[in-house]
């Protein structure tokens, strides 16, 4: 990614001339015996720089400098003066970074001492240090500067005002630059909010904003606000700033898969850079021309593109985001000679060397995609006819390298949102990895090769999920003071209230423009704290900090001795567009299986199957001819599933399975796979499901699944807590007919069946439930820790976009007409040691999906907050039938039965009871059990 200038310029130096004379009448008067006048030499430098006489005005600054050093006189005013004059000439003349932050480092401390009221000057002294750090490549060096020299801007030209914009869009772009993306788009929004009205840095600075949001990974977001940058831009008529914008556009479009709109942008940058005539950044839109064409899959263009960015550059230092550019074009038109010489090029100039050192490295993301690509074409050479187990054995140290970085960068990150911004960027590579690991196995029958492509894909699955858990873990080992700890998590309440604020705000007309900044301004306020308050506790506990970011090996072995019985067997997925891998361990054995798919037909079965499951019932008008239709369409997708899913290892499938999903695989229910397809599609409770012959539990991941069993057990005296704030109680009903009439528990109306589930269910485990409109979120969350079940019969709602904002609803407060939201980002605030927690609400399972990551959304939540098992939903369920089932669970876990059989039982039970669309897998195939299955006591 680009750096540009341009967008962080805006405070170049003007020292102030006041003389007249000509800089070379004074160099050639000047008597070098005579230096009693100083700063007037400083001054004629000034008059000679003006002139262009830069060599002549060095000679001046550095002998009245030198003439004070003599005199012994270095805390004078005269000193500052000149060294603070030589620090400036050297940032502005790129004469020496080193030099100019020496020179000014000195400055800064004289203006400290000789003229403490001088606040404006300090904090200018400070901004051109923390320039010459950024300019260098050296952000983490950078903001510190630009931090101390902000409150001297407020102090002296207050909150809105253009010197303090800068400074905000200075940290932004450091932030940008550190990986603290998060932290980045926030200083950036407060640069925009302090810049005075109409002012013409306006564009650049909504360029920033688009300019992060596409380095964290989500172009939809980059594309609102370059285009907003660019109409900016256009009305104040900068050709520069209007180049940067097309060409940052078109790396956008790029991101978005849209080559067509990519090139079109970027060609047009290139034509505005050249004529502007600078060098760099013409070599820069070449690149992205380069990659363009590639998206394209013009592999020539791209070629061409590339090479004229290498030649355009060959008197500057190595270009490696171009070599890598070639290697992927060259590697696509099976050209791997050509790609190998220009990987070792791309990964010489990046600093890589084995042992591999990730501080040494002068791009992470970059040398991380160039070990994947020489290791997939390392694997190719011996596929393909060269067997040398050399290749082999490289391709494997490339990608445990390649896995070295990604850790290492994610566990140096605190905030969430920077762990998935960099994931997102990470994960591309992990089915580029496991096929590079398969593909020798294919050949070699090497056992060894499927271990390390389990590994790798399970060490890649719910990685950030895992280090929140790690850090729960952490906290509970490490002796962090209560004072520091509850004020920790006050803050993240405080947050995590505010953000939801803000998102509720974003979905609204909006009113007036100062209530989304004075939101804004408090989550800036609350989040600059926070970071303040772990600084704090990183200082008094650096073993908490270390702890929750170690990434612990996982393998084969240990996770069949720590999980995994006889009876038990752990399948696990990994798919992309193109391929599903299984990986079935057993507790003395493991198997593989692998298939090639076309065109994302994974996807399309899986989008079949769940909407042949509930669209009928969630279809607003239901007749015979969409009954059958979506029954059929649910039988035979749930056939082609289980065909591929299921029945290549179905010989080797014990009574129990833990399944571990991927992708599109986390919506679906496998205990509704059919075994054979059905004579008739209608005709439920006949079918062959796979719930028949397995009990089924799932995971985020074999790691997280032995830390959520290996979790403390709860503590809490109290069993059980249930809560229904949405119970409105029914007349005479009968539960059979009601599930064809009762609302569903997705639009927020009464429910009839949950106050009357809640209170049996309280019942059967002697614990406690609170109905109706007492069920406040507040009372749940004073509640919650004090109890080892949480049972939730309420509404839910999803959010695919943003799942940290899917929520779990309560009754409206007294002064409010709309019903109270528990939002995800809310629950990871919640400190619980809870043995199981039931969803018993809509889509409580859903919500964003991330690659890799799996899906954002109240599971996710309650696991980081402590529950080693959840119960959720997969789609919008019944309220009668809900009812029904979740008494049946409650009732065989209270005979003793572990989790996933009390589940399943409940399930079977639900399936005798009933007939035709009764027994539709809608009512009872939504719930499913995730995390540790052993049995509760009571």
């Keep these: 990614m680009k750096n540009k200038k341009r967008f962080l310029a805006g405070w170049l130096v ?13 160099f050639a008067q000047m008597n070098t015996s005579d230096y009693a006048n100083t700063s007037a030499y400083a001054s004629m430098a000034d008059s000679l720089v003006k002139i262009g006489q830069k060599e002549e005005a060095l000679i001046f600054l ?18 500052l003066s000149v060294v603070r004059s030589l620090g400036f000439f050297y940032f502005d003349h790129r004469r020496g970074m080193a030099k100019a932050r020496e020179c000014l480092e000195e400055a800064a401390k004289l203006l400290q001492a000789l003229e403490p009221q001088n606040k404006t000057d300090l ?15 050296r952000p983490k060096q950078a903001y510190p500067y630009f931090e101390k020299s902000l409150p001297l801007w407020l102090e002296a030209f207050g909150e809105h005002d253009a010197n303090t914009a800068r400074c905000y869009n200075a940290l932004a772009l450091c932030y940008k630059e550190a990986g603290l993306y998060d932290k980045g788009i926030q200083y950036a929004l407060k640069a925009i909010r302090s810049l005075p009205q109409h002012h013409p840095d306006l564009g650049a600075y909504l360029y920033n904003i688009g300019f992060i949001y596409l380095s964290r990974g989500a172009p939809d977001e980059a594309l609102k606000y370059l285009e907003e940058a660019l109409q900016a831009i256009e009305a104040n008529g900068d050709d520069d700033d209007r180049a940067l914008c097309l060409s940052m556009l078109g790396s956008t479009y790029a991101s978005l898969g849209d080559g067509a709109k990519a090139v079109e942008h970027q060609k047009h940058a290139l034509e505005m850079f050249e004529k502007i005539g600078d060098a760099g950044y013409v070599i820069a ?3 992205d021309l380069g990659r363009a064409y590639r998206v394209q899959r013009d592999y020539a263009q791209s070629l061409e593109s590339y090479r004229a960015a290498l030649v355009y550059g060959s008197s500057q230092k190595p270009r490696p985001d171009a070599l890598l550019g070639m290697a992927y074009a060259y590697r696509a038109m099976n050209d791997q000679a050509v790609a190998l010489p220009c990987l070792d090029s791309a990964l010489s100039a990046l600093g890589y060397t084995r042992p591999l050192q990730p501080d040494s490295l002068a791009n992470r993301m970059l040398t991380y995609r160039a070990l994947l690509l020489k290791a997939a074409i390392m694997a190719d050479k011996y596929a393909t006819g060269d067997k040398n187990i050399e290749h082999l054995q490289q391709a494997g140290e490339l990608l445990s390298d390649a896995q070295t970085i990604i850790l290492a960068r994610i566990g140096a990150l605190y905030q969430d949102k920077n762990k998935l911004a960099f994931y997102r960027l990470a994960t591309e590579g992990n089915t580029q990895a496991i096929d590079v690991y398969t593909r020798p196995y294919a050949a070699t029958q090497n056992a060894d090769w499927l271990r390390r492509a389990f590994e790798f894909a399970e060490i890649n699955k719910s990685l950030l999920l895992y280090q929140m858990v790690l850090e729960n873990k952490a906290r509970r080992q490490f002796a962090v003071p209560d004072s520091l700890g509850s004020a920790e998590e006050q803050l993240k309440k405080s947050i995590a209230e505010v953000e939801k604020a803000l998102f509720d705000f974003s979905q609204k007309p909006p009113p007036a423009a100062a209530v989304a900044d004075s939101m804004q301004e408090r989550l800036f306020a609350l989040k600059n704290r926070y970071e303040s308050l772990r600084g704090s506790i990183k200082a008094i506990c650096p073993d908490y900090f270390a702890a929750n970011a170690a990434f612990p090996h996982e393998d084969i072995e240990a996770i069949q001795a720590d999980l995994l019985d006889d009876s038990t067997a752990l399948l696990e997925y990994a798919v992309d567009d193109s391929t599903l891998r299984i990986f079935l361990l057993r507790r003395d054995t493991f198997f593989f299986y692998q298939n090639r798919l076309l065109d994302s037909f994974l996807k399309k079965q899986v989008v079949r199957m769940r909407w042949g499951l509930y669209a009928y019932f969630t279809a607003p008008e239901k007749n015979s001819a969409l009954y059958l239709q979506t029954a059929q369409e649910y039988a035979e997708s749930a056939f082609a599933l289980y065909q591929l899913l299921i029945a290549p290892m179905e010989e080797n499938l014990p009574p129990k399975l833990i399944i571990v999903p991927d ?34 539990s799932y995971c985020f991941s074999a790691a997280l699944l032995r830390e959520m069993k290996n979790a403390p057990p709860p503590t809490a005296s109290s069993a059980l807590l249930a809560i229904a704030p949405f119970y409105e109680k029914a007349g005479v009903w009968s539960d059979s007919a009601a599930m064809n009439t009762e609302p569903l528990r997705a639009a927020l109306r009464p429910l009839p069946h949950s106050g009357e589930e809640a209170r049996k269910i309280a019942t059967l485990t002697k614990g406690s439930a609170i109905v109706g409109s007492a069920a406040t979120i507040a009372e749940f969350v004073r509640l919650a820790p004090g ?23 309560f009754p409206a407060l007294a002064d409010s007409l709309e019903a109270e939201q528990l939002t995800a980002s809310e629950i990871y605030t919640l400190r619980l040691n809870v043995a199981l927690v039931v969803l018993s609400a809509c889509e409580t399972g859903l919500g964003a999906l991330h690659r890799g990551e799996g899906i954002i959304g109240l599971s996710r939540a309650f696991a980081s907050a402590g529950a080693k098992s959840i119960v959720h939903s997969l789609w919008t369920v019944n309220d009668a039938a809900t009812k029904t089932l979740m008494e049946h669970f409650y009732q065989n876990l209270r005979r003793g039965l572990p989790k996933d059989a009390a589940l399943r039982q409940a399930k079977l039970s639900f399936l005798r009871q009933h007939k035709g669309e009764s027994a539709h897998p809608f009512f009872w195939s939504g719930f499913v059990l995730l995390g540790d299955s052993s049995p509760l006591s009571f």
């Design 14 to 26: 003007s020292v102030g001339c006041c003389w007249a004379m000509t800089g070379a009448s004074l």
């Design 62 to 79: 550095l002998h009245s400098k030198d003439s004070l050093e003599k005199q012994g006189d270095r805390q004078s005013a005269e000193y």
């Design 123 to 137: 904090a200018f002294v400070w901004h051109i240090i923390g320039k010459s750090h950024y300019f260098n490549g």
């Design 285 to 287: 839109c070449y690149q």
């Design 663 to 696: 992708g599109v695989l986390n919506y679906l229910p496998f205990e509704a796979l059919l075994a054979t397809p059905p004579p008739r599609a209608d005709r439920f409770e006949q079918h062959r499901y796979l719930m028949l012959r397995h009990d089924l």
């Design 787 to 809: 109890f080892r079940i949480l049972h939730l019969a309420t509404h839910g709602r999803a959010n695919d976009r943003e799942g940290e904002f899917s929520f779990l609803a």
